[in-house]
């Protein structure tokens, strides 16, 4: 786990600059590319000489970023097969349904060594790390040919902590 610090009152983050000294960036990527440290003792020490005096939870946060989130796993499809699902018109966008691979496996099929999917619009999304997504990856395909035939593409959509 890597840490950043937040300037909460500015909502900004602490970074190094080209000279070794400490600045200020609003865009997160650019924090988790320059600004990462390893601990939350380094992130907490930085931000304390930073500025003299700073509270943490008060004027700074120490956020937690893993460098392998979750992901959401978003499934397009063309609208005409898409299955009759709650809200499903707020996820339709130039003819595709992006909708959500979830879990529905029942504590009998767990029992029995399986798991089974279904979509849904997000209420029950499946969350994986890339790692666990790559070892299901042909049991998820499986599972979506023959539910839509070849007519689908998936997305792997990082999950903010």
């Not at 070794?20 to 000489?49: K, V």
Request: charged content about 20%.
């Amino acid at each position: 786990m890597s840490y950043l610090i937040k300037l909460i009152s500015e909502n900004c983050y602490i970074i190094p600059d080209d000279d070794g000294w400490l600045t200020t960036t609003e865009s997160q990527q650019e924090a988790i590319d320059i600004g990462l440290f390893d601990d939350m003792e380094s992130a907490d020490e930085t931000a304390q000489s930073f500025s003299g005096g700073m509270t943490r939870g008060v004027d700074y946060q120490i956020e937690a970023i893993s460098l392998d989130p979750y992901h959401v796993i978003q499934i397009t499809i063309p609208v005409e097969i898409a299955p009759k699902l709650k809200d499903i018109n707020s996820f339709i966008k130039n003819g595709k349904a992006h909708i959500f691979l979830t879990n529905v496996t029942t504590a009998n099929d767990a029992m029995d060594g399986f798991t089974r999917y279904g979509v849904s619009t997000g209420a029950n999304a499946v969350l994986y790390k890339t790692t666990r997504y790559e070892a299901r990856k042909e049991a998820i395909s499986q599972y979506l040919n023959e539910r839509f035939g070849n007519q689908w593409e998936i997305k792997l959509l990082p999950v903010q902590a």
